[in-house]
């Protein structure tokens, strides 16, 4: 597709119960990113694809965050036992780089958004 | 280690006025990207630029324009005789080729009618 999808649009979870994010990047983008914003505030990095390979996870919470990208599937985000301080809309973005050839307004393409609300 | 600092919390103008966002980004690397992204009350991230480090060429499109300093490590955003529907988080952020994307804290501006 032409855009990144993400689904749910909005989540609502009791305090540690499962949540499961998903999001299908645009066809033929090998990277996904996902990010976390609290409060419209600032981005937070979790984690990056390259294929279906981790690419950099420096900010995923490991012990109750986990991800995937697994081919001809929706990447998904799953974060178990949710907490209150969880509650945040989660960005998936796409891309596709190759360096300084890149066509020059090549963007990343944000999806709309996963609104999480842990109660 | 990468960060972006956008100085400017909130602004408010009046309609028609310019206005000048600020970005100021720290990397050690000589290859990157920076990016302005707009976010309405909506929610949805929207993309304005990207702009490749070895590219210092300033760019207007419409209303915007991006003033591109290498030497000061700016990124400086104008929006010119501003309007209603420019009201939005502005967010600056810096790439480096592929890698994760270090986001600004944004600038809240309000534009009054």
């Known amino acids: 597709g032409e855009e990144v999808a993400q689904t749910p649009k909005h989540l609502v979870r009791g305090e540690g119960q499962k949540a499961k994010l998903y999001c299908a990047p645009i066809k033929g983008h090998s990277y996904v990113f996902w990010y976390q914003q609290v409060l419209k505030n600032e981005f937070k990095f979790l984690i990056s694809f390259q294929n279906e390979n981790v690419f950099d996870e420096t900010g995923m919470p490991k012990e109750r965050f986990s991800a995937k990208c697994l081919p001809n599937s929706p990447c998904s985000l799953e974060i178990q036992a949710t907490k209150l301080e969880d509650s945040a809309v989660y960005f998936c973005?796409?891309?596709?780089?190759?360096?300084?050839?890149?066509?020059?307004?090549?963007?990343?393409?944000f999806g709309s958004g996963t609104q999480l609300s842990v109660l | 280690a990468q960060k972006v600092t956008q100085a400017q919390t909130e602004i408010s103008v009046v309609e028609k006025e310019d206005v000048t966002l600020d970005c100021v980004y720290e990397?050690?690397?000589?290859?990157?990207?920076l990016f302005w992204y707009k976010q309405p009350p909506s929610g949805e991230l929207v993309f304005l630029i990207r702009r490749n480090s070895f590219d210092e060429q300033n760019e207007i499109s419409g209303r915007y324009s991006w003033n591109f300093q290498k030497s000061t490590s700016s990124f400086n955003f104008t929006i010119t005789a501003s309007q209603v529907v420019d009201s939005a988080v502005y967010f600056c952020?810096?790439?480096?080729?592929?890698?994760?994307?270090?986001f600004g804290p944004g600038t809240r501006l309000s534009v009054l009618p």
């Open positions: 990397t050690r690397d000589t290859t990157y990207y």
């Open positions: 952020a810096l790439n480096n080729y592929g890698q994760n994307f270090v």
């Open positions: 973005a796409s891309s596709q780089f190759r360096g300084a050839d890149e066509p020059r307004n090549e963007k990343l393409f």
